[in-house]
């Protein structure tokens, strides 16, 4: 079993930044692709980014490229998501997700999910 636990959510105004981290408890974090999703009220969860075990392969959306970052500390096993001039657009519960699938996009490729952080982005 694999729990994930994401942090680092807050308020901050359009332009700023934050960093979301998400502490991975399994043993096989080196070799799990890693998610981040996010999800508006009234909408459905959407792709923000995705890191693959193989050669820390990543995969952006669109609305994010350019601006977010992710990135893995195996020691630690722990996932991070830099986010840079955030926008209002931007506010959502973010989520981190564990699958096996290389460059997984879709949330049905993920296996375990965290319990989501808010982003509140004002402007």
């Known amino acids: 079993q694999v729990h994930l636990v994401e942090s680092g959510g807050g308020l901050v105004q359009a332009g700023g930044s934050l960093r979301l981290s998400c502490a991975h408890s399994g043993r096989r974090f080196s070799t799990t692709t890693m998610g981040w999703f996010r999800q508006a009220p009234g909408k459905e969860r959407e792709f923000v980014a995705a890191?693959?075990?193989?050669?820390?392969?990543?995969v952006y959306a669109d609305s994010v490229k350019g601006r977010f970052t992710i990135y893995r500390d195996n020691p630690k096993n722990t996932l991070y998501l830099q986010m840079n001039d955030l926008k209002v657009d931007d506010t959502a519960v973010y989520y981190c997700a564990a699958g096996r699938r290389a460059a997984a996009t879709t949330a049905d490729e993920y296996d375990y999910w965290g319990q989501g952080t808010q982003v509140t982005v004002s402007s």
């Open positions: 890191i693959s075990w193989i050669l820390d392969n990543t």
